[in-house]
């Protein structure tokens, strides 16, 4: 690696996932770069984090040197998978110019490597090239190109989120990603703002219905309040509402396939909460879960007597669209 001073990314942790019906051990790293293209997805903050740099030389200076801080730092030899988000897309070219991009293979050759990116820079040439560096012959299938579908719907990704690509376009980048020897994996968003709760689960219902099957794997999101985004100023006006817990399960108790699925600020005002008491146990039943794959746990969990079950009932059947949310929590 280049004699460059390390520079510590975003985030950097450890944890497990459920791979290929086995837990392995898995590395998650938020690159910080030169940012989204895009920039405009309502609920996103890392777009909010990048570099000003100067041209594709900073660029390639700044990630590499938060990939050294990553070697040295990180017991890479105890990790089985790699997680790598960045301010925008992995696969920009922009953000992580070709030196950057290789160096990045060859440091996790032999994990399995989740790559986060918008659809188009999925290039099928660029795909092979990241696998030529990083296969070592141990896994099948050692890249996933991810990508943040959100939801097959249209209209709802277009007026809700704001993502700028159509369920065409995610068609076609998943189909260059497969033609580059990798495997796709997608991701979902619950409960994007305007929506209701009922609106909500129908749309990640027919959402996953949708493409079982045609992808290789499916995380579901539920919405966070992340600061400095539009979901955070309409929250912090009681018009918006994270989803409950209990959408939460319903969405994954009646999936066909396996969803993960990790609320992230579970039980907080600002994550997917239900009433407070309930909280912890559903939100670690579901991480649980997500490792296991036990959907007779799902199940206990929505059984779980709570008073916030009722509310959560009428809200179903009393929120109408194009309205304040019923409820909500004191913003602090």
């Avoid at 996932?17 to 903050?45: P, Q, Y």
């Avoid at 740099?53 to 938060?66: K, R, Y």
């Avoid at 070709?98 to 050759?109: D, G, V, Y």
Wanted: hydrophobic share 35%.
């Amino acid at each position: 690696m280049n004699p460059i001073s390390p520079e510590k990314p975003l985030a950097c942790w450890k944890g497990s996932d459920r791979f290929e019906e086995e837990v392995v051990s898995t590395l998650t790293v938020i690159l910080k770069t030169a940012g989204c293209t895009w920039n405009r997805c309502r609920m996103c903050s890392y777009r909010n984090v990048r570099f000003s740099t100067a041209g594709e030389e900073q660029s390639n200076d700044l990630v590499l040197g938060q990939l050294s801080w990553v070697k040295a730092k990180q017991r890479l030899d105890t990790v089985d998978m790699v997680k790598i988000y960045t301010s925008g897309s992995f696969f920009d070219p922009r953000e992580v110019p070709p030196e950057a991009f290789e160096e990045t293979a060859r440091l996790f050759s032999g994990k399995v490597v989740i790559a986060e990116t918008r659809p188009e820079h999925v290039d099928r040439n660029r795909v092979a090239g990241f696998i030529s560096h990083l296969d070592s012959a141990r896994w099948e299938t050692p890249l996933y190109v991810a990508i943040g579908l959100e939801t097959t719907n249209d209209f709802i990704r277009e007026k809700c989120i704001d993502k700028g690509f159509s369920m065409a376009q995610f068609q076609s980048a998943a189909e260059e990603a497969s033609r580059g020897g990798a495997g796709v994996k997608a991701y979902l968003l619950m409960k994007p703002p305007l929506l209701t709760e009922s609106e909500a689960i129908s749309d990640m219902k027919s959402s996953i219905q949708a493409i079982a099957g045609t992808v290789d794997m499916i995380s579901m999101n539920p919405c966070t309040v992340q600061r400095n985004t539009d979901v955070e100023r309409l929250w912090k006006q009681g018009a918006y509402r994270p989803p409950y817990l209990w959408s939460v399960l319903e969405v994954l108790r009646h999936s066909p396939v396996y969803v993960g699925c990790d609320p992230v600020g579970g039980g907080h005002a600002r994550g997917p909460h239900n009433c407070g008491t309930c909280d912890y146990d559903i939100v670690k039943g579901i991480r649980d879960y997500s490792l296991s794959g036990d959907r007779a746990l799902l199940d206990s969990l929505f059984h779980i007597s709570c008073r916030c079950k009722n509310e959560w009932e009428t809200v179903l059947s009393l929120e109408k669209p194009y309205c304040m949310p019923l409820t909500g929590r004191p913003v602090s």
